[in-house]
């Protein structure tokens, strides 16, 4: 067993632990930096739905980088933690022991499975979507002569594995609640992206739960709704969700929070003196209803290991957010659907008195411009001050960008009295008109229908 010391260790090898690591030594360039990580080359987690299609194709294209000179000056270790002790500053590994200064636990998400599923994984033709390039593989390698799949799970990644199969000729079959992609979308958003996939040859089956599964040997051969439908497969995949990896965490001793997320501070400490928690291992709250959160994002991770290491040694900047505002983008088809904060149906559900404001315009002016094409944005804000609260987009692929404006919007607690004054570069091949900016005429119309309310 290899015994050394470090300053600063950090377990995990995804996007919050390299965030960290290489921000820690940017703010403390003395410190030696320790990352302890379980696969060699990780892979970029967003990227993974696009290694099964024809976009990347392959998990070799899919390999993180992990940002050049600065991991060079960071110690990174293939090994897999089993035990910390706190008492002694220890982590123990299976074949390094690592006395640490300071801590970090970036271990990250696991796939989730409903109880009621989750034998079906004893299946050889069921999977879910994990962040291992050997087990990504499997599932690549396993359906590569199989016709029909069965997803099932309507959110980002079952969509974007169904979009990516469909590719390939894949005969997809996508099982899930009301509308796809249903925490982040309301309704009227959510249908067109499912016309779209519905256009694209792609099998929706909503709003029907799957209810059992049939066997043969050692094969799932379909799926059976709630409904009677049976649906046939030759593998299955499980976009449920994921969860929270504390198993170390908890036989350390920490403390986890409702969904499983080891507890943190606003400064992402754990209960333990010099022992942080970033990115989807920690729990999280929603920046606007402040209840515990399940979103795990690879940018809000990146965003809670930038506040921990820059006050790993003590507190030099106040942390700039206090919660996750749940922002999403994706593109089904060659349109971009784009979610920030609470949605509509959310903000109902929360009792909370909001208000509407939509708009749709051309993304180029004049709208005759050869790749103009239309884009609508729908904000949601509150009532009593205008504070925009929510956001969504469907539009060509700038909407990834505008939905980060609306992410910042929200984070800065702007209104919609802000939004009517904003400034905006114009250009017709870069972007909508001056006098019908989607952004901005959504924000009028809150104001309109805010005081349309109170005139009543
Ligand atoms: C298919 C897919 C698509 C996604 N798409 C998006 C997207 O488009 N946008 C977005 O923002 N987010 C997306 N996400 C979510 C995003 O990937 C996660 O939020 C992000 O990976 C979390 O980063 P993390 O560093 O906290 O944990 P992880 O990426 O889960 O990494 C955990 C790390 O900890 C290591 N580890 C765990 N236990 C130990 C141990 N005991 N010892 C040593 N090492 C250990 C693991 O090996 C791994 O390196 C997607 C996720 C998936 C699965």
Known sequence: MNT?????????????????ATTALENYPDKKITIVKIEKIGQVPCGIPYVFGTTLGSSDKNAMACGGVIVEMIDIKVDKIVKVDFKTKTAFGLENTIVYDKLVFATGSIPFVHESLSHTLDHENVFTISKYKDDIDKVKNYIEDKKRIIIIGTGFIGVEMAIELKSIGKDVTIIGGKNILVNSFDTDLAIQGEDIMRDLGINLSLGQHASNVIENDNLATAIELCDGTIIEGDAIILCTGYKPNTVLAEESGLKDTMYGGIWVDEYMKTTQKDVFAIGDCSGRRDSITRNPSKVMLASTSAAEARVAANSLYGLKYLKGFSGTIAIFSTMIGNRAFASAGVTEAQAKKENIDYVVGSFESMNRH????????KQFIKLIALRSSGQIIGGQIV?????????????????????AHHLISLQVATQPVLTPAPT????????????????????K
């Open 436 to 455: 019908t900016y989607p952004l901005i005429k959504a924000a009028q119309n809150i104001l309109l229908n805010k005081s349309a309310c109170h005139t």
């Open 366 to 373: 004049p709208g005759t411009m050869p790749d103009a094409s």
């Open 4 to 20: 050394q010391t470090t300053d600063i260790l950090v377990i995990g090898g995804g996007p919050a632990a390299m965030v960290l």
């Open 395 to 415: 539009g060509d692929k700038e909407a990834g960008e505008i939905i980060n404006i609306i992410g910042l919007t929200i984070e800065s607690q702007l209104t």
